[in-house]
Each structure stands twice: as structure tokens, then as C-alpha cells.
């Protein structure tokens, strides 16, 4: 089991730029949550997604955001256009779609926007 | 809806001294509750879940937490802190809304072990 990886592991932009973040879930797995977490304010669920279809895109912080998961392997995080306040690390997990089970979380990407 | 607290955003132990950190859930069914813990730039990691076999749940590095229905509390809690143990802890709470089976996290606790 390789667990949930995420590339790129660190990711420096410039204002403005498209910054594309990717996830490859653990097999199996058929739910997928995108978060990000600052130190001011922590850890934020930005999506979900279970089967491959988004539940719950509440936590998308505007139109620049978007997820997508084109089958159940991949799932990218794409931010156009990039800004400094999006600045953070950004963590991708999967799990099974039950109760009691967990999430398994990846190495996250650095976003650093200057 | 489902809420996880956690108490104090830091706490400071002494080597060798027992930690205890706080974790309260509001939930409308009986939920499956979770402990993570994150050391620097790391993702999380499972530290012992419950899923209502027993109150008293072992996890991984010597860690226990109480699932206290009464309380609705699920205090994590280690005998004898260890350097090693420094990191930031989130208590998490899962449960059925909507057809789907929702994670809410806790803000997390930063415990720092003193020498």
C-alpha cells in the first residue's frame, strides 16, 4: 500500500499564475477530501468527494478554486488565478465511505504565492 | 449537526508526565470518533479510533482514549509523555448526514514535552 500521494511537494508560484495540485488516492478508497491548513486558520475541509462525484464543495473559498475527479485514481486542485493569501499546505485523504473508518492523509503540497 | 471541541490550542507537559487532551463532540447519534496526531511537515496519522466495541480504546505509542457517552467526551490520554511525543493532535468525529458519512475536525492541540 503506498498511501495517498500527492505531487507536487512543494509548489512556488507567482500572483496570478495557475497552480494545478494533485492526488492519487489510496485503491479502493472511494472517498476523497481536499483540505488546507494555515496557521491562522487551521484545518479547513475545501471538498469532498464520494464516488467520484462532489458532495459537499462547501469550504471552496471562491470561483478561483476548483476540484476535479476524473475517475477514482486521480483527483486534482486547481487555483486560477493563484493570489498570496492562498498560501498554505494543502492535504489530499481518502478513505473508505463508512463510519468507522478513517481518513488517510498524503505529505500535503507547500503552495507558497508570491 | 456534528461539532468537535477541543480544549486548550497548546499544552506543555514534563517528560515522563502524564498528558491528558481534551476532546468533546456533539452528536445527534452515537458517532465513530477519531484521534490523529501530525508532526512537522507531515500529513495526519491515525492514532486509535472508536467505533463503539469498547469504551476503552488503545492506539499506537502507548496512547488510550475513554469514549464517556455521559460526558460525550474522548479524552486522549498517555501514562508517561516522551519527547517523541511533541507534535499536534486532532480529535475528529464521523457520521452519517445525508447519505454520506461526513468527518468534522477538531482545531487541534499543540503539545510541547519539556525536557
Known amino acids: 500500500d503506498a498511501g495517498v500521494i500527492q505531487s507536487p511537494r512543494h509548489e512556488v508560484t507567482e500572483m496570478g499564475q495557475e497552480v494545478t495540485l494533485r492526488c492519487k488516492p489510496i485503491s479502493g478508497h472511494n472517498s476523497l477530501f481536499w483540505y488546507r491548513q494555515t496557521m491562522m486558520r487551521g484545518l479547513e475541509l475545501l471538498i469532498y468527494?464520494?464516488?467520484?462525484?462532489?458532495?459537499?464543495d462547501s469550504g471552496m473559498p471562491e470561483d478561483r478554486f476548483s476540484a476535479k475527479m476524473p475517475n477514482a485514481s486521480f483527483s486534482t486542485l486547481k487555483i486560477q488565478p493563484s493570489e498570496p493569501r492562498d498560501s498554505a499546505v494543502y492535504f489530499c485523504?481518502?478513505?473508505?465511505?463508512?463510519?468507522?473508518?478513517?481518513?488517510?492523509f498524503g505529505n500535503g503540497t507547500r503552495l507558497t504565492v508570491t | 449537526a456534528q461539532s468537535v471541541t477541543q480544549l486548550g490550542s497548546h499544552v506543555s507537559v514534563s517528560e515522563g508526565a502524564l498528558v491528558l487532551l481534551r476532546c468533546n463532540y456533539s452528536?445527534?447519534?452515537?458517532?465513530?470518533l477519531f484521534w490523529y496526531v501530525q508532526y512537522p511537515n507531515q500529513g495526519l496519522q491515525l492514532l486509535l479510533k472508536?467505533?463503539?466495541?469498547?469504551?476503552l480504546v488503545k492506539g499506537i505509542n502507548g496512547f488510550e482514549a475513554e469514549f464517556k457517552k455521559s460526558e460525550t467526551s474522548f479524552h486522549l490520554t498517555k501514562p508517561s509523555a516522551h519527547m517523541s511525543d511533541a507534535a499536534e493532535y486532532f480529535c475528529a468525529v464521523r457520521q452519517n448526514s445525508g447519505g454520506y458519512q461526513k468527518v468534522t475536525f477538531g482545531t487541534g492541540t499543540k503539545l510541547q514535552v519539556i525536557p
Open positions: 472508536y467505533t463503539s466495541a469498547a469504551t
Open positions: 452528536s445527534s447519534v452515537p458517532p465513530y
Open positions: 485523504a481518502s478513505s473508505l465511505e463508512s463510519g468507522g473508518s478513517p481518513l488517510h
Open positions: 468527494f464520494n464516488n467520484n462525484v462532489p458532495i459537499d
